[in-house]
């Protein structure tokens, strides 16, 4: 280890030459930020010592907080007997052979292949090139075309990014002209006068109409979360998988599961898929697969695009280095086992899930609370100045961003999307702990109120 370095001095040299990642740089450069020096079962403590209950586990990766010995130790104890190795010419490794299988035991029996990237972004990228390769070998090379929803976060590699439907990132990098976005389920910001049960409708039907619109015959597939994330944990009405899945079964056209949120327990289930009864072909995951410890990422691959993919000729043209890396994978296979020895993913939906919904339910009546909506462990709180109209308090989300940062000053790590106050907080947190991230939350929502002049 390097020796520590004082705050000024890391903020200094931090400020000088470090590129944050979706930051302004010129803000950055000026103001600095925090810097994170250690954490302890669900507390991130600063490098000025101050305590901050995480309550968005890490970027909705850390499910099972930041102690987990084992998963520490599988990483070291790999390191020393095979460090690195790829998986590119005909080589392989434990870890990799054992993750991937493992990968396979824990999703439904279709599920038998597995591919391996570094992140989330890479891993939709991935999907990309499988569903096209998959069609051009059924002889159906005109099927490109995917089809995603506006405000879906896929990554930001620049497929992914054309993938997701955020329009900053849009402006910001030119799009894949095969990328056609459709309307989001997220009744809250686009329902007008519609019951949730009418939009629900609404938006899958939406996604019917673009694939007449474009041509079954030129699509290959439909991408998407089962809950937003970074959209704003948008919860979609009960009408709108049901329907979705319909359309998706009539249709010729492949359905890619992001499940790098929702993947393991955050919804409730092992995958999202499962909580709303949906059935992908092919899922991407990340982030949770190594509890956020290391970078690992990858797809999923059903039998039916599998046994088309295991009978083309010829190399598949696509890898990265350290596909299947085997500290990585080996991360993997201690986060699997601590997810599947303690039961936590079925206990915390149990005991902490109903706990974390009836005490954000309280926040209901807060007269800046126009929605409160949650999933599993996974949440939203959204403000408002006219809880009819659901309208914005000020522009550009100033009330959500004043109410983060005011959590933040008094120890709570939550983050904003739009006007909503977003929560995905570890498996690990004790109920003590969920009463107190929401009193914390609830003091924000009251420093926002007054700062707003609402009362
Ligand atoms: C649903 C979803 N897909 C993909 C990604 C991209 O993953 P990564 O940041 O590991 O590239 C994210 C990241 O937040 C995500 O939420």
């Avoid at 803000?27 to 925090?34: C, L, S, T």
């Avoid at 439904?108 to 597995?114: A, I, K, N, S």
Wanted: charged content about 20%.
């Amino acid at each position: 280890m390097t020796a520590k370095l004082d705050t000024q001095t890391l903020r200094n040299l931090d400020q000088a030459h470090h590129l944050h990642p979706f930051t302004d740089f010129k803000d950055y450069a000026a103001h600095g930020g925090k810097i994170i020096s250690r954490a302890e079962h669900i507390y991130l403590y600063d490098s000025d010592g101050n305590k901050i209950q995480d309550a968005m586990s890490g970027l909705w990766c850390c499910n099972l907080g930041y102690d987990q010995d084992s998963i520490k130790q599988a990483v070291f104890d790999q390191l020393q007997e095979l460090p690195y190795y790829n998986n590119f010419f005909r080589c392989s490794n434990q870890p990799a052979v054992e993750l991937a299988s493992k990968l396979c035991e824990l999703t439904p029996e279709r599920f038998q292949h597995v591919f391996f990237t570094n992140s989330g972004s890479e891993a939709n990228d991935t999907q990309i090139k499988l569903v096209h390769r998959y069609f051009d070998l059924l002889g159906k090379p005109n099927k490109k075309h995917i089809i995603s929803r506006n405000n879906a976060y896929h990554g930001s590699t620049i497929a992914a990014s054309s993938l997701g439907g955020m329009k900053s990132m849009h402006e910001q990098t030119m799009g894949l002209n095969y990328v056609h976005h459709i309307e989001q389920p997220h009744w809250y910001e686009c329902g007008g006068d519609m019951s949730e049960a009418e939009f629900g409708l609404h938006a899958a039907q939406a996604l019917a109409d673009k694939i007449d619109e474009l041509g079954e015959e030129n699509i290959a597939a439909f991408i998407a979360e089962p809950v937003q994330g970074a959209g704003g944990v948008i919860i979609p009405p009960d009408s709108y998988w049901p329907a979705v899945k319909k359309i998706l079964e009539e249709r010729d056209i492949l359905f890619i599961a992001d499940e790098v949120i929702c993947g393991f327990g955050r919804t409730g289930n092992w995958f999202g898929f499962e909580t709303y009864d949906i059935e992908p072909d092919l899922v991407t995951f990340a982030k949770a697969v190594t509890n956020g410890f290391m970078p690992l990422g990858g797809c999923l691959v059903a039998d039916k695009v599998s046994n088309v993919l295991l009978n083309g000729a010829g190399d598949f043209a696509h890898g990265l280095t350290y596909s299947g890396h085997p500290a990585s994978c080996a991360a993997g296979l201690a986060t699997m086992a601590v997810y599947e020895d303690t039961g936590i993913i079925e206990s915390s939906a149990r005991d902490l899930a109903p706990h974390f919904n009836a005490q954000l339910q309280s926040l209901v009546d807060h007269p800046i609370v126009g929605q409160v909506r949650s999933k599993g462990l996974f949440a939203a709180v959204e403000l408002t100045d006219d809880k009819a109209a659901r309208t914005r308090i000020a522009p550009d989300s100033a009330a959500a961003v004043y109410c983060r940062d005011v959590a933040i000053e008094d120890g709570l790590m939550v983050r904003q999307t739009g006007d909503a106050m977003i929560m995905a907080p570890p498996f690990v947190t004790e109920r003590h702990e969920i009463d107190n991230l929401v009193a914390k939350l609830t003091v924000a929502l009251d420093k926002t109120a007054r700062q707003f002049g609402i009362s």
